[in-house]
């Protein structure tokens, strides 16, 4: 440590730490714009300068701490530096004509009622320039975490770079902009709209909810990060109008019985070629992530073949809800308004490809972001505090420890091995617990050795990509052969889902891993933690789908890819 005067009192604190750790660490304000705790200082909106010793004025978010340094936060001219960068922004931020609402009624399919002028939009996210205050978070958020550089920031406010509209850009829709963005000049495209449009039209209202939503959502309504939140989720729902809600887990689990079948199908083939032609064949990848479908799909074609055909959790719900649970329920599909509560702006994407249309149908009319449902929750004065914990709906309500995982990165890769082992070798694997598959890093891999019940040993060889700009390191190393993999789990979003581009903003450095945490302690908690041991999944095979990869199951639960 070293000794630091702050306002004349002196404080021990970590040398590796900033001016501005230094304060906040002690509980002292300072104020910040551009500032984000996973993001390297940027220095441009100089909101936290402090008072030095010499007379300087000094930005606290990009000066380290030295031994006997002494700084003031609390001068007459460093409060009307700080002043004076709020009032310009107030004075930017205020559009001399009102944003006129235009009616796009029409084009509801695509994308709800946008906002007249430079407003841009890819069906996913939207940008708007004139509430920019140019402070570069999210153009750091997609070029320095993402690596994806689509936005640039300029004076007259943000956009795609190069003069580009957004759908011209590979823009995958992660969302991780706007989850930086401190004043919604870039925000999911809302769907808000849709859901109030369908109570008033008296349509039966059935949510889904992913797996990550449930570890967030507090935070949106006044409870401590890291809470885990179903039951109090479910009410709200509830008393936000929804005559049903309904797990996305479950239909997680639906996904391991799925992808896992297709996973033991290709691997018997490429056990059984000569070493060669079973290298030519390349991984399997997961498909759940819609992001990361956009960046395949853009970026490399050539891997299309490789994707799992399962469709997300998410649509294979949809296609559940207004299939079989319908029938259940006596409702005819077209008078449900089924829509989800999700982490993710891509998914909102995803609800609109043409190759999920089953039965003529969307199956998903809606996508929440968590972010959506706290404004809801706030807006409609909901205690959700208060709330006493609700269940979800049977009978496609009940869900496994494992689909809760889904929720994190290296999620589906344990969840799939849990039940995949158990099939080939005939018992369980060894820990339910699979710590190769746990934690924050950008690219884990692993061997598992997985003994054949009616053979010999076999090797599986699994990667897990967190973050797009994993995923792009790793690929063009694929091509190259210098990876080998038999089974890749890829999420577009840091830390998967649980970091998802629509999760609540948040100014704690350590986010991530509380809700990664609450994940992981939601499947403990779990009765049961394999998907295969789920009754209603046994149920829905028994009385709807036959079995994994039947034809009704490819019908409903398995899609394409463009190219
Ligand atoms: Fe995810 Fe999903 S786990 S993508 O991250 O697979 O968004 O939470 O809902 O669909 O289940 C997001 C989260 C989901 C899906 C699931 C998968
Ligand atoms: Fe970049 Fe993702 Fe935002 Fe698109 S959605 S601009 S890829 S951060």
Redesign the pocket.
Known sequence: TVSVTINGTSYDVPKNYTMLEAARAQGIFVPTLCYHPRIKPLGRCKACVVDMEDGNLSMACSSKVADGMSFRTDTPRVKAKAAAVFRELKAKTMPVVPPRRLDLSEFENTFDAVTACDVDTNGMIMVDPSMCVDCGRCEAACSKIQEMGILETTASGVRPHGGLRLDETRCIGCGQCSSFCPTGAISEVSHIERLYTAIAEGKTIVAQT????RVAIGEECGVAAGEVSTGKMVAALKALGCNYVVD??F??DL?IMEEGTELIGRMQKKWAAAPEQAEKMGPMF?S??PAWINNIETRFPDYLDNLSTAR????MMGSVVKTYFAKKMGIKPEDIFHFAV???TA?KGEIDRMQMVTGGMKVVDAVLTTRELGKLIRKHHIDFPALPNQEFDSPIGSSTGA?VL??TTG??MEAALRTAYEILAGKPLGTLSYTPARGLDGIKEASVEIPLKDGPTKTLRIAIASGISNANVMMPEIAAGKRNYDFVEV?ACPG??IS?GGQPKSLDPKIIEKRQSAIYSDDEKAKLRKSHENPEIQQIYKEFFGEPNSHKAHELLHTTYAD
Do not use: I, L, N
Not at 312 to 315: D, I, Q, R, T, W
């Open positions: 992913a797996p990550a939503v996305t887990d239909t997680a996904t997961t759940c992530c997300s959790p998410m649509m999700m982490p993710c998914k689909a889904f929720g999620g589906v999420m998967g889902c998802g």
